[in-house]
C-alpha cells in the first residue's frame, strides 16, 4: 500500500510563501504522476498542481504564475512553492499520486492532508 506523508502547512498572511513537500513511500511500482489538490470548508476537492516522472505539469489557472511544482524522482518527493499567498488559498491541502503518468488524471493515492491558512 503507497503511503502519503504530506509537511509544511502552516499559517501565513496574505503576499507569503510556504513550500508543501509529500513523500511517497512502500510503493510495489514505479511512481507516475504525483500532485496537489485543495479543499476549503464548503467546496470541493480542486486541482491545484500535478508533475509527471517527465517533468510535464497541469496548474490550475488560479495558481499559475504564484505556485510552482517539483519533484526527486530518486526520492519520490513532491514539493509545491506557494507564493504570493491569497486568503483564497486556505484550504486542506492534499498530496495524490500515480501509478498513472497522466498529468490529466487523479492518482489513486491520497496523503492526509495538510492545512493551509492564508490571514488577511
Known amino acids: 500500500q503507497v503511503q502519503l506523508v504530506e509537511s509544511g502547512g502552516g499559517l501565513v498572511r496574505a503576499g507569503g510563501s510556504l513550500r508543501l513537500s509529500c513523500a511517497a513511500s512502500r510503493s510495489p511500482f514505479s511512481i507516475g504522476n504525483m500532485g496537489w489538490y485543495r479543499q476549503a470548508p464548503g467546496k470541493q476537492r480542486e486541482l491545484v498542481a500535478v508533475i509527471s516522472r517527465g517533468g510535464t505539469t497541469n496548474y490550475a489557472d488560479s495558481v499559475k504564475g504564484r505556485f510552482t511544482i517539483s519533484r526527486d524522482n530518486t526520492k519520490n518527493i513532491v514539493y509545491l512553492q506557494m507564493n504570493s499567498l491569497k486568503p483564497e488559498d486556505t484550504a486542506v491541502y492534499y498530496c495524490?499520486?500515480?501509478?498513472?503518468?497522466?498529468?490529466?488524471?487523479?492518482?489513486?493515492?491520497w496523503g492526509q492532508g495538510t492545512q493551509v491558512t492564508v490571514s488577511s
Open positions: 495524490n499520486a500515480g501509478p498513472t503518468d497522466r498529468v490529466t488524471i487523479k492518482g489513486d493515492y
